[in-house]
């Protein structure tokens, strides 16, 4: 088929929009960025830390622990 029929087949394509299934979703997003917060904040605090007593890591550690801390 060539490109000029695919494009005139596709302009009469209807896409329909989505809708929004459930009121939850806003509330765990937030939930999450709330985690996502308080995960980055104490990832900060270990690099702190960690700098202050000239310890060996990296940042990625740093998250993992902070994950490990928050999610207990």
Partial sequence: MPL???K???K???IPKR????KSIPSKTVHNEQLHDAIRLQAYYN???RIS???PG???S???EAEKYILK
């Fill in 62 to 64: 740093d998250w993992l």
């Fill in 12 to 14: 009469d394509i209807k």
């Fill in 8 to 10: 005139e087949a596709a």
């Fill in 53 to 55: 007593h000239n310890m």
């Fill in 47 to 49: 690099y702190l830390h």
């Fill in 58 to 60: 990296d940042q990625l």
């Fill in 19 to 22: 809708k929004q299934t459930s």
């Fill in 4 to 6: 000029r029929k695919m």
